[in-house]
């Protein structure tokens, strides 16, 4: 069994206070191990998270506080809404408040809690990363420099009926317009009758996002180019964009999915109301329970998310373990997110609620994929993944595109104006 663990020689490095000459540059880039800081002192920890759907996250603390008796954590869950945590941790982080210890972050904020230094550059042979997918490692980074632990990854995969598709002789679709044509054979069928075609997360917050930049990347375009800079208003990103308006237009997406997030078109696929669901790996245990709560459990396959000429991107998805600039206890803190890292923890995580594992040899597991055979599509997701903006502003860059996203995607604007409206704001935010 791996697990993350603390070295001999971390374990002495991180036992005093960095050097000056070693230090953390003004523009938040490190030079080395030292820069990390002072890890030392232990104690009770908290972890501030979203709320936890699954239940699993109360497992994991109590076997830790099974372990450690005097080093207990307790979890302050905050909202739902991934940008009400985020601003909440920012509060907080803005106050030097203790109150957040670890905190538990989307991938995405990696960079800018690292840029504004609300975050702690971790000792690179504290945390063990070499068995972890390297998108993962990439999205836990800022600068070159380790700022959280990979925890748990997230690539988007197409749910299915895999019962009506067979019916309907037709394959889980490759491409937009392959997806169309089969929803259609589908529809044709008595089975099929009443259902919507497609639903993924179409809500005015960060899923919306998310999404955007699956139907830009999937349609051979890019949101931010290679450095740094707004490039998202040109004929790719259009043609993705046009495409998913042009859905809700015409009916193929249902005019209820624009107030979709994860949960609510996760129960209307669950309800039998969908043939297809753009969705994360949590999805798949929820939707396999035999107990009544789901209407297609043994009905529904995965398959990679189509795009506009064959099988599209995947947003990089998935949270890391930071440990905030304010926190007390921080050896126990370290300890901590060693632990919860560790490939003991994420095969347990993946076995309660199939959250997807950063460490690439799960993935491998012959018998963990007899018990979720998605896992070699999701792994293709993961490595083929692209992150969302990786900017320093990115609340204010989020915001940006999903106001642009959603006026589009409701009919208020074309997508040619939404983009180049969204193009001129991300300049002037990367330019203030």
């Known amino acids: 069994m791996r697990f993350k663990r603390l070295t001999s ?17 003004p523009d938040g880039t490190d030079s080395a191990d030292a820069s990390a800081g002072d890890f030392t002192g232990r104690g009770p920890i908290t972890l501030a998270t979203g709320k936890d759907n699954t239940g699993t996250l109360d497992k994991a603390l109590d076997e830790w506080n099974r372990r450690h008796p005097k080093e207990r954590v307790r979890a302050i869950q905050l909202s739902d809404s991934p940008d009400e945590q985020r601003q909440r941790m920012i509060q907080n982080a803005e106050l030097k408040s203790g109150e957040f210890t670890v905190l538990n972050l989307d991938v995405v904020w990696t960079s800018e809690f690292a840029a504004n230094r609300w975050v702690l550059p971790l000792p690179r042979k504290a945390i063990d990363t070499s068995d972890d997918l390297k998108p993962t490692v990439d999205g836990a980074s800022y600068r070159g420099q380790l700022y959280a632990a990979p925890w748990s990854s997230d690539g988007a995969l197409l749910y299915y009926r895999k019962d009506l598709l067979k019916k309907a002789g037709a394959k889980p679709p490759r491409t937009w317009a392959d997806m169309t044509e089969v929803c259609k054979k589908v529809r044709e069928l008595p089975e099929g009758k009443g259902l919507s075609c497609y639903a993924g997360q179409f809500d005015k917050y960060e899923g919306l996002t998310v999404n955007f930049a699956e139907m830009v990347d999937s349609a051979g375009g890019t949101v931010v180019n290679g450095k740094g800079r707004p490039s998202v208003d040109t004929p790719e990103a259009e043609k993705g964009l046009s495409f998913f308006a042009d859905a809700f237009d015409s009916g193929l997406i249902s005019k209820k999915a624009i107030t979709y997030k994860e949960e609510e078109g996760r129960q209307a696929f669950q309800k039998g109301k969908l043939v297809f669901h753009r969705q994360w ?7 396999s329970k035999t107990d009544g ?21 995947s947003s990089l998805g998935g949270h890391n373990l930071a440990i ?32 997807a594992p950063t460490v690439a040899a799960l993935y491998d597991d012959k018998k963990l994929i007899k018990k979720y055979p998605y896992l070699p599509v999701l792994k293709k997701s993961v490595q083929n993944a692209n992150p969302r903006p990786q900017v320093v ?3 204010d860059t989020t915001a940006a595109i999903q106001e642009a996203a959603y006026g589009a995607l409701r009919g208020e604007v074309t997508p040619k104006k939404a983009l180049a409206g969204l193009q001129r704001r991300l300049q002037a935010i990367s330019n203030p």
């Open 9 to 25: 020689a971390s374990a002495a490095a991180i036992a005093v206070t960095a050097i000056a000459a070693c230090g953390s540059s």
């Open 324 to 355: 905030s600039s304010s926190a007390k206890n921080r050896k126990t803190a370290l300890d901590f997110v060693a632990f919860m890292t560790s490939e003991e923890m994420q095969r347990k995580n993946l076995l309660l609620s199939s959250n």
């Open 293 to 313: 709560s789901s209407a297609v459990a043994g009905k529904f396959g995965v398959a990679p998310l189509p795009g506009l000429k064959g099988p599209g991107i």
């Open 281 to 287: 790996p949590y999805q798949w245990s929820m939707a």
């Open 393 to 395: 502003r990115y609340g």
